[in-house]
Structure formats: structure tokens, C-alpha cells
DNA sequence: GTGAAAGCGCTAACAC
DNA sequence: GTGTTAGCGCTTTCAC
């Protein structure tokens, strides 16, 4: 059995208030004596707050949950361990959720955070628009990332990167080194993340007067998967020499089948990732990507959580990051 | 505010201990209609059972705390997937910690999780041996993941890899293939992990009748930077073929020194990894490596751990892992 | 079939 | 300076 405030009340002979206020530094006006004899018990008997029910009076958890859709996308292990780093400085501590980008996972989640006490929550990027009815019935603030949302009462903060601007800098890139022909990988069609980053490779083109081949625009999902399958289907249908990647994991895709074709990188066709993971610089052909800032984006997204929990004013914010272009060895 | 099952119960006319037993299927003895009256009004309020109060009355949280090094190191991010799903699947969520590999980070998640309620904790591989005292004094059922710990009470199972046996199984594999020279790459030396691996390296050798060149084993850390770091060093050194890294990070930074120093994978020098982390078939140079059933390893640490809570006679288990060659293009 | 009462460990308002 | 009381939302025992 741990200890409680009780026991220790008791063996001070005080009680239980008096040691909660001592505890929790509420002391003021405490005895010195009486301060020193509950803090030597604590330490004695090893006390440790049972945070369980201090939430439950306090309506406070400090506990933030993170739902994104794969923990395993290493866009989104990045993500997670810069909330979590963020969230631990700022006293807090994380509920990570995996949704697989199921819109049911998802809604379950949620419930589940609520249900937890969580104070709030770092809801990401999947292509599902998230359930506002849900997010405004449950009332707990949250932040949304690299999403389109409606506005709620609950929104802390939106953090977004500008994909459409890091689309147009991957493919501007990509037409200042003379590429011509340059193939677009992308996710769901549906999604506004894609609608974005496609105006950016499209503008790119039309300010370098080239025309966009509709045949070169692939998009599935983000994973790894399908750059290797619509690379493949692309090398089988027609000419490029170069794929711009909205994704670091398309690219790796993207590259290995053009390994398997015969073709070499980034001499017969040039690649571009895109979010810069920390994988990218790591590999045998380090990868050239567009850095998207994942570890701030992680701690922006926080500390807009956090100050909107703590801050009086609750003061709402919309957050852009931009990219940046990282030329290493595949283009 | 949240509609609590007082809320249910005053407008069901019927009492909050009438609701909690028909919300928690313990309704045997209701009536039929109060069933679903209440059921309904459940619905229609949009009732989250607040686990905060419940977890306080039964002492039981049904969340299982992780702690491992770096959720960043592909292998932990694996596990920890794992872990997650299959806690799901039994009716437990997770929270998530990480030591960075720090002694007092993982004291200080140990209280916190013991402190925040939960039911048992997975505890994983980083060099430290664990605190036996403060395990022991929060009492909460754990399982150890490749880590030598000293028997508890509290401890529910250990599941191990066979680390010596997977060690062996690369250098002879690399043996097989007619390397002579093979360097060996690995995590801290002091470390048992590191010890029973190095024996499995050795015992290779005795068995091909190969004398180990004691300038070719290097050991560090499990890093991508100690596997680029010590491979530059093994290369201004002394001479090998092959490289045998205990983990595929180490043999990754091993493959990118390689590279910058003009030699070719496998042709120049064969590069055998170990974890068969997700991303090896994924490579440009798909990694040859040691696979060690990462996602089922999580599933029974998770399944011991539970089986440990749920029944009643809580039988200790000791699981060890067997590994196995995975040939791909490194070596 | 259903309800009253007690209590989980803690905090907060107020009393002394 | 310290104690008393009430209550957070829920479950559980036992009485009716």
C-alpha cells in the first residue's frame, strides 16, 4: 500500500490539510517546525502524490494527448518526441494515441483523453477532417496541426507549414538545376495538404513558363509504399528526370525503385523529399528534401497549448512555419 | 461541464449507484426498461465515463506506462507501436516515456507513472541497471525488456533476445560467405547486451577456427554517429571485409562512412546490421540484417504484463527471443 | 429491482 | 498556524 497524506498527517500528528498545504507549498503560514517534520516524513516514508485524485478535486491532469495518425512515420515520431520534450518542461507529461487515420480511432481517442482528464490535446495532420461536433462537445482545448479546421471555441491554436510554399521552393529547385520534366509525388488527392503543395509545384512551373504534364502527377497516400509503386508506374509510362517527393518516405520509395529500374541517383533522375527527417541526412545517399522545422513545429504547438491553459486571456493563434530547401547528394 | 452520471440519474429518476451498475454491464438485476432509459440518455447527453473518478475508487487505471531510451531510435519507435496495440487490444492504453538512457529520468518516470495509477509498466533496454529499491518500493507489476534485473516481486516477466545467439548467427553468416576479417560494432561495452554479443562473435570465430583481431572490435554506443565514427577509425586503422553492427543504426553510419570513403557495399565490404528495424528492406541498399521480432516482442511483453495483472496467480514468465538471418544486399 | 451510504486520496474554503 | 468540513465522480456493500 503506498502512502498517503493520511499517513503521514498521522505520524506528524497534524492534519491531512495541513500536510497537503505543506506539500504543496501552500506553506505560508505553516510552522517552520511542522514543515520540516512533514517534508523529512515524506522523504521517509517515500511518499508520492497520488495524482489521481488530486485531479480529481483540482480538475487539472497536466496531461496532454497527442493523436496523430502513425507514431511509426518517423515525420510523426519526430512530432511526438518534441511535444513530449516541450510538454515535460512546461510540467506536463503526454498520452500518445496512434489513429492509423481512421476517422472511428480517432473520434475513440478523443473520447478516451476526455474521459482520462487530459488538459488538452496536439491533434495532427491525417486527410480525415476531424469531428468538430466531438472536439466541441468535449470543450477541451486543442491544437491542430497541418489541418484544416472549423473554428471552435476549444482551438488553441492552429500550426501549419506552408506546404504550398515548400512545394514551390522543391520544385523552383528543381527547374534551377535544368530539370524540365519532373514528376509529383504526393497523398490523398482529397486532401487540402495536397490541393496546396500542388498549386506550389504548379506556380513554380508557370514563373519558369513550363508546362505541368498531368501524366507526372501521382498522388496515393505519404508512405513509402507508394513512391515506389507510382515511380515504378511512372518509369513505365513515360519520361522525367527528376520527382519532386511530398514526402521524405515517397522519396525513399521513389528511390529504390529507380535503384531496382537500373537508374542512378541523382545522375539519370534527381530526388527531392520533403520534411527533412532526421533520417534523411543519415542514409547512404543523404537525402536533398525541403526542412519543415518538425522538432519546433512540435514545441510551437505546445507552448500555444500551454499558454492558452495557463494564460488568463486564453489568447487564440495561428501559427505558419516555413521551409527551407537542404541540398544533399540525390538532387 | 461534462454530464456525469448523476446527470443520468436525476433525469432517469432512478439513483447514481443504479446508472454506474447498467453503464458497467453489472445489471443482472434491473429492470429491463431502466436499462435502456438510462442507456439512452447516455447516448443523448453524450456521456464520457470519467476514468479519473473510477481509476481513484477501483485502483485500477487499465493504462500501462513505457519507458524506453528515445523514441527516436527506430527500434524503441517500433516497440513502443507495438506495445501500443496490442495494450489496446486488451483493453489498455499506454503512456509513454523516455529515459534518453538517463538514471534519473527514469526514476523520475517510475514515480510518475506509479503516481498517476498505472497498472504496470514495461521497462526497456538502455545501459543502466535499473533502481531494484525503487521498483521494489512502488510494488507495481513490471516487465523487463533485454536488461539483466534482479529478481521482484513486482516483476512479471522479462523478455529477453537472444543476443548472444544472434551475434553468432552474423558472424557466421559473414564467416560462411569467406570474410576473415570482420570488424564488430556495438553498444557500451560494459553493458551485459554488449558482453553476451561479443561472446557470440567469438564463438563464431572458434567454431570456423578464426582467431578475432581484438583492433577490429569497437564498442560505444548503438548510434548511427558511433557506427560512421568507428568505421572511419577501423578504415585509417587496419583491414576487414565485413562489418558486423549490433544494431542497424550503427550499421547504417557504417554503410555512409563506407560510402565517403570510396568503398562499395557489399563488393568492397559486406555490412550486416541487427534489429531489422522497418526501415531496413526500406533502404536504397536494403540492409542486411539480424531480425529479432521487434512488433511480436512488444505483443508478449504486453501479454505477459497483462496476463500478470488479470490473473489471479500471477505466474512469472522469462521469455528469450530467437533471431534469425535476414539476407538482403549488404552482405 | 433499486437506493443509501461510505469512501477512494486529495484540495480548498473557512473556522478557530 | 492548524483543523474541520465538504466534495470531486465514481463504485460497492448492504439494506429494503
Known amino acids: 500500500m503506498a502512502t498517503t497524506i493520511k499517513d503521514i498527517a498521522r505520524r506528524a500528528g497534524v492534519s491531512a490539510a495541513t500536510v497537503s498545504k505543506v506539500l504543496n507549498r501552500k506553506d505560508a503560514f505553516i510552522g517552520e517546525e511542522t514543515r520540516n517534520r512533514i517534508w523529512s516524513l515524506a522523504r521517509e516514508l517515500n511518499?508520492?502524490?497520488?495524482?489521481?485524485?488530486?485531479?480529481?478535486?483540482?480538475?487539472?491532469?497536466?496531461?496532454?494527448?497527442?493523436?496523430?495518425?502513425d507514431i511509426l512515420n518517423p515525420y510523426f515520431t519526430e512530432l511526438v518526441r518534441a511535444c513530449d520534450d516541450a510538454a515535460r518542461l512546461r510540467g506536463y507529461t503526454t498520452i500518445l494515441c496512434n489513429s492509423d487515420g481512421i476517422a472511428e480511432n480517432e473520434e475513440a481517442h478523443l473520447s478516451f483523453l476526455a474521459g482520462h482528464g487530459v488538459d488538452g490535446i496536439v491533434l495532427s495532420a491525417s486527410d480525415v477532417?476531424?469531428?468538430?461536433?466531438?472536439?466541441?462537445?468535449?470543450g477541451i482545448p486543442f491544437v491542430s496541426m497541418d489541418r484544416e479546421i472549423p473554428m471552435l471555441d476549444c482551438l488553441a491554436a492552429t500550426v501549419d507549414t506552408d506546404c504550398r510554399g515548400g512545394a514551390f521552393q522543391s520544385a523552383s529547385y528543381l527547374i534551377g538545376k535544368?530539370?524540365?520534366r519532373i514528376a509529383f509525388l504526393s497523398g490523398s488527392a482529397e486532401s487540402s495538404n495536397t490541393r496546396l503543395r500542388l498549386e506550389g509545384f504548379r506556380e513554380a512551373h508557370r514563373r519558369a513558363g513550363i508546362a505541368?504534364?498531368?501524366?507526372?502527377?501521382?498522388?496515393?497516400?505519404?508512405?513509402?509504399?507508394?513512391?515506389?509503386?507510382?515511380?515504378?508506374?511512372?518509369?513505365?509510362?513515360?519520361?522525367?528526370?527528376?520527382?519532386?517527393?511530398?514526402?521524405?518516405?515517397?522519396?525513399?520509395?521513389?528511390?529504390?525503385?529507380?535503384?531496382?529500374?537500373?537508374?542512378?541517383v541523382p545522375d539519370d533522375c534527381a530526388v527531392m523529399g520533403f520534411d527533412n527527417i532526421y533520417l534523411a541526412p543519415l542514409l547512404d545517399r543523404p537525402l536533398s528534401t525541403i526542412d519543415r522545422r518538425i522538432f519546433e513545429s512540435g514545441r510551437i504547438a505546445i507552448d500555444a497549448l500551454v499558454d492558452f491553459l495557463d494564460g488568463p486571456e486564453r489568447q487564440r493563434s495561428a501559427i505558419v512555419l516555413e521551409t527551407s530547401v537542404v541540398e544533399r547528394k540525390t538532387a
Chains 1, 2 share one sequence.
Open 178 to 180: 535544368g530539370h524540365r
Open 47 to 69: 511518499y508520492t502524490p497520488n495524482s489521481i485524485a488530486r485531479s480529481l478535486v483540482t480538475r487539472r491532469s497536466n496531461v496532454i494527448g497527442i493523436v496523430v495518425p
Open 129 to 138: 477532417v476531424p469531428n468538430a461536433d466531438l472536439l466541441r462537445g468535449l
Open 212 to 264: 505541368v504534364d498531368p501524366e507526372l502527377v501521382r498522388c496515393g497516400e505519404f508512405q513509402h509504399s507508394f513512391g515506389h509503386q507510382a515511380t515504378l508506374a511512372l518509369l513505365a509510362g513515360t519520361r522525367f528526370s527528376a520527382i519532386c517527393c511530398m514526402s521524405d518516405m515517397l522519396a525513399l520509395g521513389a528511390t529504390v525503385a529507380l535503384r531496382e529500374s537500373g537508374l542512378r
